[in-house]
């Protein structure tokens, strides 16, 4: 049942990591059209200010394909040195202060959301965009981190305490030099 969840959360990364990417793509895309546009003389205007938008969402929701892809850089020189059973107990120990980080993350991200949303912050640009909306979309990306990270911690511990190291690895240990194509 482990395993299934695990493959469960990776898809639904997946999809969102696929869906983030459309809307990076779109988003260079419409800047390119822009900076074209300039050079006859006309603009969208507010490419820049929506580009800085999705980088921002970008950067919080990709976090955790990376993370269900064991993409996020770890040194492990002490961990390659260890057994199964020694590398899964700093495996769990890593993710265990990850997912805490990120949940303090999240959790420190609400008030700049709460603020504007308070307020009625709006961006002094020409746009004028309501504040509320790029950071929502931001503050999603960092609770859908915090939940992720703090369900594959759950996941391997128990994965871990029925015995299963290689399931556990496979889930939340280091990407190896041979997994990497190096």
Known sequence: MTDNLAAALRRINSGLALLVGIVVLATAGFVIVDI?????GHSFGGSDEISGYVMAAVASWGL???LTELA???????????????????DIFAMSIAAGTVCIIAYQAWPVLEKTLVRGSRANTALETPLWIPQAVWFSGWVWFAI?????VLLALAT???????????????????EDGK
Do not use: P, W
């Open 160 to 178: 871990v305490l029925r015995g299963d190291f290689q399931n556990a690895d496979a889930m939340i240990g280091a990407r190896g030099e041979a």
């Open 148 to 152: 992720s990270s703090c369900l594959l």
């Open 64 to 66: 955790s394909y990376a």
């Open 72 to 90: 996020h850089v770890r040194i492990d020189l002490v961990r390659q040195k260890l057994q199964t059973r020694g590398r899964a107990v700093l």
């Open 36 to 40: 074209t546009l300039r050079q006859f």
